[in-house]
T-cell receptor, first 113, second 118 residues
């Protein structure tokens, strides 16, 4: 089955700096990669996703890049703000299949004011 | 985006009792619902996958007789923790995946249920 590894487990950045979280996946058939943000005690919320037919996707301060050959994808947050502090999870699955999302272990991002 | 509700948001029960948690998709039809368990500072651990009208598929190590899942309609799935014990205390989160083309892959999460077993 699919296995997703996520690094780092914790990340602290100064407000205004950029943050990068990286994930690798094992199943080359996976082609849908969402990122979720989870604040303490709350539900994971989808913040951005990417499919394997594109290499990069941006939404304001958030971007995701995908390298299919190397089987890794990354989340980039620019101009970080204190409200970006949360746990971020990457995930992978095969689009349109009955397969569930396989989640990474999570990254606790802390943005220091 | 699509909305998933979960009820109750928290529950405290005595050891040996059963607890039912409901997960509803409010504005879309969920062909598949997932139940996760999350311990503090850990990732989401998939417990089972339920498809409307059929039996749930449980992950390895999850006792199907202890965690009963019913997916009676395209908008409702329930998880019943039977004979709960303190080690079952956790944060239980459901998610739903819709069948409209724009939502087929995206999982929308409920707000979670904090279960504490005394």
């Amino acid at each position: 089955g699919e296995n997703v590894e996520q690094h780092p487990s914790t990340l602290s950045v100064q407000e205004g700096d950029s943050a990068v979280i990286k994930c690798t996946y094992s199943d080359s058939a996976s082609n849908y990669f969402p990122w979720y943000k989870q604040e303490l005690g709350k539900r994971p919320q989808l913040i951005i996703d990417i499919r394997s037919n594109v290499g990069e996707k941006k939404d304001q301060r958030i971007a995701v890049t995908l390298n299919k050959t190397a089987k890794h994808f990354s989340l980039h947050i620019t101009e970080t703000q204190p409200e970006d502090s949360a746990v971020y999870f990457c995930a992978a699955t095969l689009s349109g299949s009955a397969r569930q999302l396989t989640f990474g272990s999570g990254t606790q991002l802390t943005v220091l004011p | 985006g699509a909305v998933v509700s979960q009820h109750p948001s928290w529950v405290i029960c005595k050891s040996g009792t059963s607890v039912k948690i409901e997960c509803r998709s409010l504005d879309f039809q969920a062909t598949t619902m997932f139940w996760y368990r999350q311990f503090p500072k850990q990732s989401l651990m998939l417990m089972a996958t339920s498809n409307e009208g059929s039996k749930a598929t449980y992950e390895q190590g999850v006792e199907k007789d202890k965690f009963l899942i019913n997916h009676a309609s395209l908008t409702l799935s329930t998880l019943t923790v039977t004979s709960a014990h303190p080690e079952d205390s956790s944060f239980y989160i459901c998610s739903a995946r819709g069948r409209d083309s724009g939502e087929r892959d995206t999982q929308y999460f409920g707000p979670g249920t904090r279960l504490t077993v005394l």
